[in-house]
């Protein structure tokens, strides 16, 4: 009795398992998807995703903030001690110069005009002085006192009276004679000329740093009193 071989001219085929994924990429395909943009979006959970929104708009805020309504400065220099000294953190608003024009006795912080910036200063680096003349105004300093169209003020927040003369000019149109509180250490309109309008980025009005004299640069202490 013959007994049974199995049949070795032929073999079942095996399949082999798919490599792709089932959307049909390639693993490198797949992984370059996911780095799309919005997938990583996706990928987040609820809660992160709010977090991200928050600080996004955090961020557009504190731009704005920045650019239009306020920002805080520093006082670098002794050029407007006794008001302000070295180390002062300020507040700097934007927004009254959206309504009104800059005015005699302002705290005013600015970009170098082009004479400064002549003289090596960076186009950055903010100056702070004070306003003492604007368009139309003519001011001269005479014998250790500032006049103002003619009249000697009254300044009790300098230093000391200048010890130098200059000779009566007028402020031009869009323009502002301005200068430091201690007078005779200050770089401004006496030396370089007048300060364009443009130049302008804001009026100092707070000051909060160092906390033994935080608070407002109050309006009456910027006045100036003609005799």
């Not at 912080?109 to 082009?114: R, S």
């Not at 000391?160 to 502002?176: H, L």
Request: hydrophobic content about 40%; overall charge neutral; some cysteine.
């Amino acid at each position: 009795m013959a007994s049974e071989q199995p049949d070795l001219g032929t073999q079942q085929s095996t399949e082999l398992p798919s490599l792709t994924n089932p959307s049909g990429s390639s693993p490198d395909q797949a992984k370059a998807e996911s780095r799309l943009p919005g997938r990583w979006w996706s990928r987040l959970s609820k809660p992160q995703r709010e977090n991200l929104q928050i600080l996004a708009i955090a961020l557009v805020l504190a731009v704005i903030l920045r650019l239009f309504i306020a920002e805080p400065r520093y006082i670098p220099s002794d050029s407007m001690v006794p008001t302000l000294e070295i180390g002062d953190r300020l507040v700097v608003e934007k927004v009254s110069y959206y309504l009104r024009s800059p005015q005699t006795g302002d705290i005013v912080v600015f970009d170098p005009p082009l004479q400064l910036q002549e003289f090596g200063y960076a186009p950055d680096k903010a100056f702070i002085k004070r306003i003492i003349g604007t368009p139309g105004d003519v001011v001269q300093i005479q014998t250790g006192c500032v006049y103002l169209n003619g009249h000697p003020l009254v300044e009790p927040y300098v230093a000391e009276p200048p010890a130098y003369d200059m000779p009566a000019v007028r402020v031009p149109a869009q323009q502002y004679f301005v200068m430091g509180d201690n007078r005779n250490n200050s770089n401004d309109s006496h030396v370089w000329g007048f300060l364009p309008r443009e130049n302008i980025i804001g009026r100092a009005v707070f000051r909060f740093f160092p906390l033994n004299r935080l608070g407002p640069l109050k309006t009456e202490d910027n006045a100036l009193f003609l005799r």
